[in-house]
């Protein structure tokens, strides 16, 4: 059997598999580009804010059915190496303003700044007026290697002409400095933490520490452009005893929730529901929705960031839960090159289907049609008649062959009719000559 007369013969049934392998091979890419159910996130010390609002992000996404798996590091600068190395698994991470720098930008994206993360300046009684400069020679918490409490501690008093060899630098754990702070084991502590951090909070509340701001904090933010100046106001951390007793400046960068550019963009956005209701509540330094921002500190708002603070959460995660969310909107735009190809062929493929059953028996016609002109001619001598007559069995056979359905059964008993009218011709036409 030629292989046109087997497309001929079998075309339904090699349309309907072609058409069910395109489905399932939709469906596959489809399911192989669903989100992913586990995603890593890098935090910071056990204890910390950012572990702890790291726990509070795992919260929110397993209520989609994501889980969370947290990373404990020593802070931003380990942040920073893990979601830079694709090996590590890290896709997620709270980052503190100016330590990702310019050069993340080809492998990171930012969901935007979450919170004010200040620079608190905690010193022991005696301490507290000396300006950066007088702390030559001083023991100093700036935290421990990998924090960006350390890093940028080390720029600052680097600016001022303090390092390791003039100064005690140490790298304290902040539960280790207020320890040591609290016992008079150290002069200065510098912390990066939210205002509502376990060991501030002790520390504002102990009377052996007293809380420092910083003067020339307006040249410190026009020379570190991601830093911002905030004020805690008198008695805000305890009215009865007017603690702190005066306003204090401090400098405080601001936290931005990082990603690998190849994170799923609906984990993205899940990401980004979650800091709205993580983020979004008024707190010392900011008004109730100024958080999560539509900022980029280090590097660009990836474009499902962009998107959602303009327009926040696509149209089919406002009414589906996530995951249906998904399927659905994968679906749509399965459906929509799958349609515009199934219209047309609902559309034609009666018409072709019919016109490939009525061009079998067309066909014979047209042989039929040759015969009957040779015939009609009335000039073809006696020998050429059983050659025609032959012919003509050999096409009846043909036709008794084709499998036609019920619905073109009348076109072949007409063919045969016709077949047979074209014999009798013949026949006649024989005794004709004969005589």
């Given at each position: 059997?030629?292989?046109?007369?087997?497309?001929?013969?079998?075309?339904r049934s090699i349309a309907i598999v072609v058409t069910a392998a395109a489905i399932a091979c939709a469906f596959l890419v489809i399911w192989l580009s669903m989100p992913p159910r586990v995603i890593v996130m890098a935090t910071g010390p056990e204890g910390g804010t950012y572990y702890e609002l790291g726990e509070r992000y795992r919260a929110a996404l397993a209520r989609s059915g994501v889980e969370v798996r947290l990373v404990p590091?020593?802070?931003?600068?380990?942040?920073l190496a893990k979601l830079l190395d694709p090996h590590s698994g890290v896709s997620v991470a709270l980052m503190q303003g100016g330590i990702a720098g310019t050069g993340a930008a080809s492998e990171l994206e930012s969901?935007?700044?979450?919170?004010?993360?200040?620079?608190?300046?905690?010193?022991?009684?005696?301490?507290e007026g000396v300006g950066l400069a007088g702390l030559r020679g001083r023991k100093i918490s700036?935290?421990?290697?990998?924090?960006?409490s350390r890093a940028l501690s080390l720029k600052l008093l680097a600016s001022a002409g303090i390092d390791?060899?003039?100064?005690?630098?140490?790298?304290?754990?902040?539960?280790?400095?207020?320890?040591?702070?609290?016992?008079?084991?150290?002069?200065?502590?510098?912390?990066?933490?939210?205002?509502?951090?376990?060991?501030?909070?002790?520390?504002?509340a102990d009377d052996r520490v007293v809380l420092s701001g910083y003067p020339r904090a307006d040249a410190l933010v026009a020379l570190n452009p991601f830093l911002s100046k905030v004020t805690v106001p008198r008695g805000a951390a305890n009215l009865v005893k007017d603690l702190p007793p005066s306003d204090v400046?401090?400098?405080?960068?601001?936290?931005?929730?990082?990603?690998?550019?190849?994170?799923?963009?609906?984990?993205q956005y899940l990401l980004l529901n979650a800091a709205v209701e993580i983020h979004s509540r008024a707190g010392i330094f900011n008004r109730a929705n100024d958080f999560p921002a539509a900022e980029?500190?280090?590097?660009?708002?990836?474009?499902?960031?962009?998107?959602?603070?303009?327009?926040?959460?696509?149209?089919l995660h406002e009414y589906f839960p996530f995951?249906?969310?998904?399927?659905?909107?994968?679906?749509?735009?399965?459906?929509?090159?799958?349609?515009?190809?199934?219209y047309p062929m609902i559309h034609f493929l009666p018409r072709i289907y019919d016109w490939a059953m009525r061009s079998k028996v067309l066909r014979m016609y047209g042989e039929l049609r040759v015969l009957e002109n040779a015939t009609s001619r009335d000039q073809g001598n006696k020998s050429d008649i059983p050659e025609m007559i032959a012919l003509l069995d050999r096409m009846e056979e043909q036709v008794n062959d084709l499998t036609m359905p019920i619905a073109y059964a009348s076109m072949l008993y007409e063919l045969r009719t016709h077949i047979d009218l074209v014999r009798g011709s013949l026949k006649k036409h024989a005794d004709n000559v004969a005589e």
């Open positions: 059997m030629s292989v046109r007369h087997f497309l001929q013969s079998h075309w590091t020593a802070g931003s600068v380990e942040n969901l935007g700044t979450m919170f004010y993360e200040p620079r608190w300046r905690f010193s022991r009684p005696g301490v700036i935290g421990p290697e990998g924090s960006g390791g060899r003039n100064s005690e630098l140490l790298a304290l754990t902040p539960r280790e400095t207020a320890e040591k702070l609290s016992a008079g084991e150290i002069d200065v502590a510098f912390l990066m933490a939210s205002w509502d951090s376990p060991v501030v909070q002790q520390l504002l400046v401090l400098i405080a960068a601001k936290a931005s929730l990082l990603v690998r550019k190849d994170m799923h963009p609906a984990i980029a500190t280090d590097v660009p708002l990836s474009s499902e960031a962009l998107r959602f603070y303009k327009s926040d959460l696509p149209f995951w249906m969310a998904e399927l659905i909107g994968k679906l749509v735009i399965l459906l929509i090159p799958v349609l515009a190809v199934l």
